[in-house]
């Protein structure tokens, strides 16, 4: 897949230069830079056909994602081409060209197998939650008002809607959301973690647990969002009640599917345990806190 890429990098090279000002190019030459795209782009297409299945679909996807951003990168330089005057290299050459470049550099950071796709994929997730978690935590302690920076009284005139507050009941709920919202990232922080020291890639059986952990932890991040959104005021406890269960549910099945993989020795079940009841502790309270909205 490297020398694929490194090939189709100097093509894109060629076929930018030989477009870059005058004379024109020769009817001759335009096929031979045709043919030598053509080729590299087939070729770079065929490795990632030629990777089996069997190493894993985390792996895959994002050999996939890489191989398409360099096809897409080489149709656009080659429309950027056909579109631009023929007597001058364009700003929008020069940065196609340059895109094509970068995405084939790309294949040097790919992951080397599915425990290396997997672990990439949860710090992706868990880079999302923290920075969910930390909005609503900055919204939170900004006081009662969370749309003080974005709705300024001289421009609205003086706002005495209680649609944008939190009550006193809202703040409580909202806590034991937030405490859901912390067990997320722990969650995804500790699962990490053991794929990165347990996770292995030399059976068909660990890989499979390895892809059945990244797509379950792939829920956590969109179940974040949604229960952050509903949060908001004006505050319907129904939506956050919901929204909590869905988040709780997707939790606890990534805790079920980690502690019966081969990530997690008999010396990690205690973290799984804990952040089983983290999760529990906390939907029992939301629970309770919207039992009369039923």
């Known amino acids: 897949l490297g020398q694929a890429f490194k090939v189709t990098s100097q093509e894109a090279t060629k076929l930018s230069l030989a477009f870059s000002g005058s004379p024109l190019t020769s009817a001759e030459d335009c096929r031979k830079l045709s043919e030598g795209v053509q080729n590299a782009i087939l070729a770079v297409a065929t490795v990632y056909y030629w990777l089996p299945k069997g190493q894993g679909t985390t792996l895959r996807k994002r050999v996939r994602d890489a191989t398409t951003e360099v096809v897409e990168g080489m149709i656009q330089l080659t429309e950027t081409i056909l579109s631009a005057p023929l007597e001058s290299l364009s700003q929008e050459q020069l940065i196609s060209t340059g895109g094509v470049w970068e995405a084939c550099e790309q294949v040097s950071s790919l992951p080397r197998d599915n425990q290396a796709a997997v672990a990439s994929a949860l710090a992706a997730c868990l880079g999302v939650v923290k ?15 969370p749309y003080s920076d974005i709705m300024e009284d001289e421009d609205l005139g003086f706002r005495g809607n209680r649609d944008t507050y939190w009550s006193e009941a809202d703040r409580k709920l909202l806590s034991s959301c937030m405490g859901l919202m912390k067990a997320s990232k722990a969650c995804l922080k500790k699962v990490l973690g053991v794929v990165k020291s347990y996770g292995k890639a030399d059976s068909p059986e660990q890989i499979a647990q390895l892809d059945d952990l990244a797509d379950i932890a792939n829920e956590i991040s969109p179940s974040v969002d949604e229960l952050a959104l509903s949060m908001y005021p004006p505050v319907n ?9 869905k988040l709780a549910s997707v939790l606890k ?13 008999p010396s990690e079940e205690g973290w799984v345990q804990f952040l089983n009841d983290a999760v529990d502790h906390n939907m029992n309270k939301i629970k309770n806190f919207t039992q009369g909205q039923l």
């Open 237 to 245: 406890q129904l939506a956050v009640r919901l929204n909590a269960a």
């Open 253 to 265: 099945k990534v805790l079920e599917i980690t502690k019966t993989s081969h990530v997690c020795p």
């Open 131 to 145: 920075d969910a978690l930390e909005e609503m935590e900055h919204a939170l302690a900004e006081g009662q008002d």
